[in-house]
């Protein structure tokens, strides 16, 4: 499964979606193109965050350390 960018994707990568940041749950079924269906949870997640499944064309992987820098910067842990 790959991103906007032609990146893999896999469980528990980070993606930017529409300008929140999520943690892929899930993978579905690749096309030909090697799109396809994703399950994302927003990160960090609250007690009643549901994952949804979007298109992984829609989205960029963003790399865990990028991550972990953000959150100790602003605080959100």
């Given at each position: ?45 609250s007690k ?30």
């Open positions: 499964m790959k991103d906007m960018l032609g990146r893999d994707l896999a469980v528990g990568d980070f993606v930017v979606f529409y300008a929140n940041l999520y943690q892929v749950t899930a993978l579905g079924r690749p096309t030909p193109s090697d799109h396809g269906y994703v399950k994302i949870k927003i990160y960090p997640a009643t965050s549901r994952p949804v499944q979007k298109y992984s064309r829609e989205m960029v992987q963003v790399p865990a350390a990028d991550v972990t820098l953000h959150l100790l910067k602003n605080g959100g842990m």
